[in-house]
Structures are given as C-alpha cells and as structure tokens.
C-alpha cells in the first residue's frame, strides 16, 4: 500500500470514475482464445487485460519434484513490459514471484490434484494491460482457463478486490484508488461462494466493520463474476458443438 492518501476520491458517494460502492467496473470474458495450450482464458476488468493458459495435466519432470498422490500445481504471473505506463523489467520480480505463489495457493483448493499422481498442471497468466486487480483479475482468468482445459474441479474460481476510500468500502478498486485508497482486500472463491473463500489478504488501515463490509461486497462480486465465468463457457462450448 503507499504512503500518501486521497481525500478526493470518493464525492457525495461516487467514485472517480462514476461508479457506486458497490460497483464493478465492465467485464468480458473469452474462453479459448488460444489454440496451442490445453485451455486458456482472456478476461478484462475495466482497462485491466489478462490472457491465462494452462497445460497439463502431463507427466512432471524432472522426476523428484513428482508427488505420488496427486499433480503438482504450478502458477506463473507475468507483467508483460508494456503492460503500464514505465516500462516493466522482462526479469521475474519479487511482486512476481509472490503473486504466482499466491495464485497457485487460490487455485489448488478448487483442483482434483489427487487425479493425476506424478503429473504437472502448469497455469500461465500473462498481463497485457494493468489498472490494478491484476492479480485477482489473473486468477479469475486462470479459473477460466482450467475448466477450458477439462481439469477435473470442485468449482470455479474467481476473484476480486474491495478497498477502503476515506470511510467507506468499495468493490473492484481500479487506477487511483489502488494508489490512494486506504486498503486494500483480495478475495478468491470457489463458485461466487464467500464460505469457499480461498484468498483472503488484507492490507491497509481496516476495522472489523470494514471486514465484514469487503467481505460482502467481494461475495457479490465474485457471484457476479462466476456468473459471467458460466456463460462464457456455455457460449465456448456451443461454438465448439455448433462446428
């Protein structure tokens, strides 16, 4: 979170860019875009793009990183370089590497690993364009692209982040209010459902009413976000019926 904060971005109730509290900027979402992966996924949040795919399950190697019970999970998050305004490094950075681990972490919940003792299921998210949520935007998009793949899996996962301006919380933080705002709480679930929630960080200056406020706010955006996960798939799959 940084330092400096905003005073003005929240006015008589509406955020900078027009929305309500309780409103998600625009979304659309694309299962298989690509044909090279297994399964993959675009989907955009506001000005935030992400494109995920995945591969597997195939058999691990080298073979002492196999487990004998279940596959191995793996996440790779990415800023493409032009992804925001400076320029991003092409090296894996600290930010990185903790946001792959904690994709894997949201997503390992929802997946039948134990199907597939010995093997990898490799999940690569790539972002294109970043106004915040990035990670949350990638692991809504990775949810995509494994049920695109045909992994075996609880449900679908998906996320979104609330925030804190001035006083109140706010649903789907974007631009400014990612710099400015005073918090701010990701949150993945399994099928939109608060109580399969499995990402839960929190960052800022929070109370306990704030808590529970984002958490009811993210429980009806990512219900939101799992509906529009439901049909994009139902749409892939009657494009691919009607061939």
Known sequence: MPQEQKDDLLVDGERVDGRAPDEMRDVAMEVGPLNRPDGSAFVEIGDTRIMAAVEGPKE????????????????KYNMAPFSVDDRMSPKPSRRSKEISMVTRQAL?????????PKAAIKVHIE?????????VTGITAAGLALADAGIPMEGLVQACAVGKLEDQMVLDVAGEEDAYGKADIPVATINGNIDKTTLLQMDGDI???????????????????????QTALKESFNAVGGE
């Open 60 to 75: 691990l190697h080298p073979q002492h990183l196999q487990k004998a019970d279940r596959a191995l999970l793996q996440a």
């Open 207 to 229: 109370t306990a009413a704030d808590v529970s406020d984002g958490l009811d706010l993210a429980e009806k955006g990512n219900q939101k976000l799992y509906e529009m996960q």
């Open 127 to 135: 972002v294109l364009e970043a106004d915040a949520s990035t990670r």
């Open 108 to 116: 390992a919940p929802a997946v039948k690993l134990e199907r597939f």
